[in-house]
């Protein structure tokens, strides 16, 4: 049996990863589980899967947890979690930077990692990716994209591109001004995937795009101008490569998170599982490709510079777009505000180029603070 931990395990990549392993409970055992705020689903999730180790945000939370006698907190709490060695592979799906140094102190223990958390390698790719190399850690993507271009590569010095989907979202087929006046509801209408708020605002902006080709730059070694991303709006291809010979390989099947997250943390097996056997050509009957609007989705470009730029260039780009997704998502700025003063932002930062985790993460509590104050002082409530 594999040994994991679950570090997220009531939100969206974590609750489907239990059911994966529901469906293999004779290949795995769970070590640790950990949760946020909410006690009722861990309590739930406890009672089925008996982990050794659970850990809860808030300390004041402690009592409320039934069903296991070892019970963590906080950022010490998940970083106790990673360092213990009996886990073979831990799925790192807790969302924001939270997840970076859990990640690291996971690889430091020779620990796998099934990685579901895109900060960990917007803010911090260098370091993630030569540290694992060193270690001899295997980094499996879970997100549907990486997982799919991980699939298909057998060699990557015969890689000539990498070639990124995208669903385009809700306003794929709306124009700017519709865009502009959206509501909190429209942008969270994806027509696909089904995912948490801010990460389905961003693939409303496209801005969870920009940060998959940064994060498919560390993963695969791959330089940016050999990585495009094209709209692909039935979800069904998950992305492709290109050979040097002219060859695209690409990795199809229904959108399901289901089947990334079951490849991940069975990698390098694979088993049948809940989506298993659910694909039909002739059901889907057409696949459709365009170029995307980079004028109505300037994300992409802004992601792309900020990755040429490197080193704190990014986790600027992420910071500011975060603290701006959340300021819509509570009424106080319109949609196409959180590109305004995410680049207002980014464009104001002086790159570190080659900064320590330290530098990372005083750059990022800098950058939302000076998100924030944007916001306060530019900005009225609006009324959505």
């Known amino acids: 049996m594999k040994r994991i931990s679950i570090l997220g395990s009531t939100g969206s990549i974590g609750t489907q990863a239990l059911e994966v392993i529901e469906k293999l409970t004779d290949k795995f055992e769970i070590i640790s589980l950990s949760a946020g705020s909410n006690t009722d689903l861990l309590n739930e999730q406890i009672k089925k899967f008996k982990p050794k180790f659970v850990c809860i945000s808030n300390e004041n939370d402690k009592d409320r947890i039934i069903g296991c006698n070892n019970v963590l907190c906080g950022n010490d709490g998940l970083e106790e979690i990673c360092s213990n060695r009996e886990n073979d592979i831990i799925l790192v799906a807790v969302s924001g930077k939270i997840g970076l140094k859990p990640t690291i102190t996971a690889i430091n223990n020779g620990i796998n990692i099934a990685l579901a958390n895109k900060e960990t390698l917007v803010m911090a790719g260098d370091i993630v990716m030569n540290l694992a190399k060193d270690k001899g850690v295997n980094i499996i993507p879970v997100d549907s994209e990486h997982c799919a271009i991980h699939q298909c590569i057998k060699d990557i010095s ?70 495009d991303v094209v709209i692909h709006p039935q979800s069904v291809v998950h992305s492709a490569i290109e050979y040097v010979d002219g060859s695209v390989i690409a990795q199809i099947g229904v959108p399901s998170m289901h089947i990334p997250i ?51 260039a990014t986790v600027a780009l992420n910071g500011a777009d975060e603290e701006a997704v959340f300021a819509f998502l509570d009424g106080r700025i319109k949609l196409y505000d959180i590109y305004k003063i995410t680049e207002k932002i980014y464009s104001s930062h002086n790159p570190i180029l080659n900064p320590t985790l330290d530098e990372i993460f005083e750059t990022d509590k800098e950058i939302r603070e000076k998100t924030k104050e944007l916001i306060s002082r530019e900005y009225q409530c609006l009324s959505i």
């Not at 995912?195 to 409303?204: P, Q």
């Not at 049948?272 to 659910?278: F, L, R, T």
Request: proline share 5%; glycine share 6%.
């Open 158 to 227: 015969q890689v000539e591109k990498l070639i990124i989907t995208a669903s385009g979202g809700p306003f794929l087929h709306k124009t700017i001004d519709d865009m502009k006046s959206a509501t909190v509801e429209q942008a969270l209408a994806h027509p696909r995937w089904n995912m948490g708020r801010k990460i389905t605002v961003d693939s409303a902006t496209l801005m969870n795009k920009g940060l998959e080709i940064i994060e498919a730059h560390h993963l695969f070694n791959m330089p940016y101008e050999k990585i």
């Open 262 to 312: 079951q490849y991940a943390i069975c990698y390098p097996e694979r088993f049948e599982g809940i989506k298993s056997k659910s694909f039909s050509f002739s059901e889907i009957a057409r696949l459709d490709f365009e170029a995307p609007d980079y004028k109505k989705f300037p994300f992409l470009n802004l992601a792309y510079n900020a990755g040429k730029v490197g080193g704190t």
